[in-house]
């Protein structure tokens, strides 16, 4: 259960075996988490998380096998979290696969790009938003990004995913109001996670503690909106001022 502060003791992690989501299990292992299911694709990646969870003071720690780019089996994916977690205080979302210039032109990518960031995700949401009015509440917590807001050149394949996914998480957020589930959108400028391995920093790069602890935050504070760092709410707000032949030659 939930305490006061929106600190949960069971947590369901879609992407379990993300450097991000591992920072946030450890942040809430400080606090009271217990138990974590960590949803993933690969073992050896899944035994090392699952290994950092119980270092951490994760007491209970499960795993489950999923590949994001069976978008018709996300539904089952969540429903045997749920059934190896029994009560779910919390859901994160912390699938997602990066595109790139070099691979913008291969529809293969883009089908697991689409599918890993946006299908997958939205599919897995509906069921856990489902599963947890069921239970009478709970919290679902979405890594969206900065990248979802101004679309770039660089990884617009992924920009336009994490952008259906920003606004999908905003509507689900909307239709829960009242229900019991609160979903928590937090927006991320650029971490060095293995994600971004070999990307330069830009401009409202933030760190995995950043993240976790603004995780944290947002949950004692029940925000809609999470921006890591905060300043990026305003510098989105410019950005969407400037016109796309200046947005174009922006050196990132
Ligand atoms: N790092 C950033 O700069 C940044 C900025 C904004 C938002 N985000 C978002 O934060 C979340 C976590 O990213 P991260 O930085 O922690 O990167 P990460 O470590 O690469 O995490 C991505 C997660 O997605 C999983 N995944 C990718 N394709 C999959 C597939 N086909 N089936 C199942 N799982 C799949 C990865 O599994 P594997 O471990 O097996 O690859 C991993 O668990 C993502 O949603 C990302 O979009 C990241």
Same mark, same amino acid.
């Given at each position: ?15 379990? !075996? ?27 990646? @899944? ?14 720690? !499960?795993? +489950? ?26 859901? @994160?979302?912390?699938?997602? +696969? ?18 890993? !960031? ?23 917590? +979405?890594?969206?990004? @900065? ?71 947002? @949950? ?15 510098? &989105?707000?410019?950005?969407? &001022? ?11």
């Amino acid at each position: 259960m939930l305490d006061a502060s929106g600190r949960p003791e069971s947590a369901v992690v879609l992407g379990g !075996t993300s450097d991000l989501a591992g920072a946030v299990v450890r942040a809430l292992a400080r606090r009271r988490l217990r138990a974590v299911v960590l949803a993933g694709r690969d073992e050896e990646r @899944l035994a090392l998380a699952s290994r950092a969870a119980s270092d951490a003071g994760v007491a209970h720690v !499960t795993t +489950v096998h999923f590949d994001a780019r069976d978008v018709a089996g996300a539904a089952g994916v969540v429903d045997e979290c749920f059934a190896a977690a029994g009560a779910v205080d919390l859901v @994160l979302l912390a699938v997602g +696969v990066l595109s790139h210039q070099r691979d913008e032109l291969d529809p293969a990518r883009t089908a697991e790009v689409v599918a890993a !960031t946006y299908s997958w995700p939205a599919v897995a949401l509906t069921r856990a938003a489902a599963r947890m009015r069921e239970q009478g509440g709970g919290r679902i917590v +979405v890594l969206s990004s @900065l990248a979802a807001l101004r679309v770039r050149r660089t990884n617009f394949v992924y920009g336009s995913a994490k952008s259906g996914l920003d606004a999908f998480s905003i509507g689900l957020a909307e239709a829960l109001r009242g229900t019991g589930v609160v979903v928590h959108v937090v927006r991320l400028g650029r971490v060095a996670t293995k994600m971004t391995e070999g990307l330069p920093l830009v401009p409202m790069s933030t760190t995995p503690g950043s993240v976790a602890d603004a995780v944290v935050a947002g @949950l004692a504070s029940g925000a809609t909106v999470v921006w890591v760092p905060p300043i990026a709410r305003w510098a &989105l707000a410019v950005a969407h &001022l400037i016109p796309q032949p200046v947005w174009r030659r922006l050196p990132f």
